[in-house]
């Protein structure tokens, strides 16, 4: 049972406009989530986390935003650009170790 | 650079043969982590060590082992690899299980079988 939902498999924004990732989940229990990056042949990279004590962290171009109430949280990047052409992955952590991911969202910056 | 170096980056098997790859780290972490990954799909957890406490994901198959000889190596043999295997297979370690210690992936290996 997929716990973590990306419901758009892909996304195209234009260089220097804004990219908006979603991420739908199911366990309540989840209290930390994470985005991962990943370039093709490559392995995932972590990119930004929150807590959720929290409603909003930032870093640099990345914002990350969780609504609990409605069990969602979104990934922003402004301006995009075109080494942010990647797949991003959405993960949630519980009380434990386990992390549980979503499918991935492919994002293609245009020139 | 500190990282974690997974090997072969591609694998080739025949249908039942044992095939084992490999993921080691140089960044000292307690826990190292399998996931298999199919096409458009979220990676998902086979297992994992911290130390040598290996603890095993229930629904992971009997077909899947691994072993940690020691901190940085760690193993996934899959027995008898049937069609359904051929996955990208990413290793990961991290400190601990605490928030601020995200898991660091390798590039993976992808295992084709014929």
């Known amino acids: 049972d997929q716990q973590v939902k990306q419901n758009s498999p892909s996304l195209s924004v234009q260089e220097g406009r804004i990219s908006i990732l979603n991420c739908d989940y199911t366990?309540?229990?989840?209290?930390?989530f994470l985005w991962y990056k990943k370039y093709p042949a490559e392995g995932p990279t972590f990119l930004i986390s929150i807590s959720s004590i929290k409603d909003k962290n930032e870093d640099g171009r990345f914002t990350v935003f969780l609504n609990k109430s409605a069990k969602h949280l979104s990934l922003h990047i402004v301006p995009s650009q075109p080494g942010d052409s990647a797949v991003y992955f959405c993960?949630?952590?519980?009380?434990?170790?386990?992390?549980?991911f979503g499918a991935g969202t492919t994002v293609t910056v245009r020139a | 650079d500190a990282m974690v170096i997974q090997n072969p980056r591609y694998q080739v098997t025949q249908f039942g043969k044992p095939v084992t790859l490999s993921c080691s780290q140089t960044l000292n972490h307690n826990v190292m982590y399998w996931y298999q990954q199919k096409s458009s799909q979220a990676p998902k957890l086979l297992f994992h060590?911290?130390?040598?406490?290996?603890?095993n994901e229930a629904d992971t198959p009997d077909n899947f082992q691994s072993r940690r000889p020691n901190t940085s190596f760690c193993f996934l043999d899959i027995r008898s690899p049937g069609l359904g295997d051929a996955a990208m297979y990413l290793c990961?370690?991290?400190?601990?299980?605490?928030?601020?210690?995200?898991?660091?992936f390798g590039d993976g290996t992808r295992l084709s079988i014929l």
């Open positions: 366990n309540s229990m989840f209290d930390y």
């Open positions: 993960a949630a952590k519980g009380v434990e170790y386990k992390l549980s």
């Open positions: 990961a370690t991290s400190r601990g299980y605490s928030e601020n210690q995200p898991q660091h």
């Open positions: 060590y911290y130390d040598k406490d290996f603890n």
